[in-house]
C-alpha cells in the first residue's frame, strides 16, 4: 500500500494515532537501510529505527495541525535519523527492554537466507561507505539507498542542493576508485 | 574516459526491516498494549497494560477469548509480554486485595466523557456493599440515564479493579454481567456478601429508630444496626415519611 505525501500528511494532522502505524508501515524500511549505513552494528540500526519512529510520534503530537499538514515528511524524518545516528554513541546502553511478541510471523528458510545475503551485502557497502568523507557517505546514502531527491537532501543536511551534488558526485567517483582498488588486490 | 560511475544494484540493496520494530514503536508511544496472565481474586486473569496503566482485565484463561475482547473494548492491538511491570503488578495485586481502585492507574482514553464518569463513581462503592444502577445515575447528577449507566457498565474494560459487579438491579436482582450473572454473584460472596441480599426483591432500606437515619442495607452503617433498632422500608420515600433522612455515606435516597 502506498500513500502519497499530500494523504499521509492529512491523515496524520486529523488523526495522529490512527494514521501513525501506517505512517511506520510505510516509512521503516527507508529508516532502517539508511541506518544501517550509518552505523556499525545492526542492533544500533534496529534501536535508532525504533528511537527515530518514537521521536517522531512525539514530535507530531506536539504540532499544529497546519504544521503537520505542511511538513516535508521525507526530509523531516531524514533530519531526524542523521541526528540519532550522528549521536548514537552517547546513546547507547539506554537500550530499551525487549518484550517478547506474540503473533510475528517467523520468516520461511528461504526469507531468512535472503535476507542474510542482504545483511552481508549491507555491511561490504558499509565498510566502502566509511572510507569516504561523512558528507559524501551521508549525501549518497540519502540519495541513493533512501532516494530522496537533491532538494529533500539539501534541507535535511542544510546546504544548497549544488552542493549536495558535487558531494554525490565526487563522493561516487571515490567508491569507483575503491572498488578498482579492491579487484587489482 | 570520463565515464560516470554506474550505481551496483548491491549498494541500493535493501535489507528487510526486522519484524519487532513497528510494535515496538506501537508499544512505547501507547499505540499498542501490552498483555499478560496474573492470578486474580477468583482465578486467572488476562491484563492489559500501557505505559498509562492497566487498559483491559479479562477473567478468563483463554488467550483468543482475551485477544477479542480487548479488542472490542480498547481497540489497539496487544503484544504478549512476560509479566507486568512490577510498580503496575504490585498496584493491581493491592487492589485485588483490598477490592478498591487505590493508587491503581487505569488507562481509559478511548471512553467517552460519559462513560469515564459512570465507572469514576461505581470505583467508589465499597467491598461488601452492591448499589442500584439507579444510584450511579443519580450520583452523576443525571436521573433519566439509567439504561446508559447499564451500558456504559457492560462495556466497563476493567472489571474487577472498577467494581461493575457492585451494581444491582432496583430490586435487589444481581442484573447482567459481561462475563455471566454467576461471576458477577461468585465476586460478591467473595467480598463477604450473603447471597439472599442479590435474591431479586432483596433490596430493601434499613433504618436505626435510634439515629433516625436509613440506609442501603450493605452499607457499612446498616450492617452495624441492631435487630432490636432496625427498621426496613420498601423505597426511600417511606423512610422519608416516617421521618428518617438518607444516610450520607451510602447516600440512598
Redesign the interface.
Known sequence: MTVTQGVLNRRLAGDL?RA??DF??EM??LV??GA?RWLPARQDA?DV??EV??KA??ALQSYPEERVVDLALRPWLFTITLNLCRNHARTRGRR?N????????A?GPE?TEQ?AI??V??D??RVRLGRLTARQRDTIVLR??VGLTYDEIAEVVGRPAGTVKSDVHRG??R??TIMITEETT | MNQ??E?PD????????????????????D?AD?YTTVAGPIGDLYVGFTSLGVTSIVPTSDESMFLDVHAGTVGRPA????ELPSRLGNLLLQSFDTGKLGKLPVDLRQLSAFQREVLNVTAGIPPGEVRPYGWVAREMGNTGAVRAVGSALGRNPVPIVIPCHRVVRSDGAVGSYAFGPLMKKTLLEHEGMSSELFEPGSLQYVGSDTTDVFCFPTCRNARRIVASHRMVFRTPQRAIDAGYRPCKVCRPG
Open positions: 494515532d501513525f502505524p511506520v508501515t521503516q524500511g532502517f537501510n544501517r534496529e529505527t525504533q519512529f518514537v510520534y512525539r530499551p525487549q518484550v517478547a511478541l506474540g503473533r510475528t510471523d520468516p526469507a535476507s542482504e545483511t551485502t549491507v561490504e557497502w541513493h539507498v561516487l567517483e567508491l569507483r | 560516470d560511475f550505481i548491491s549498494l541500493t540493496a535493501f535489507e528487510p526491516t526486522p519484524d519487532s520494530i513497528k510494535p515496538l514503536v506501537m508499544i512505547r508511544t499505540l501490552q503484544y504478549r509480554a512476560e
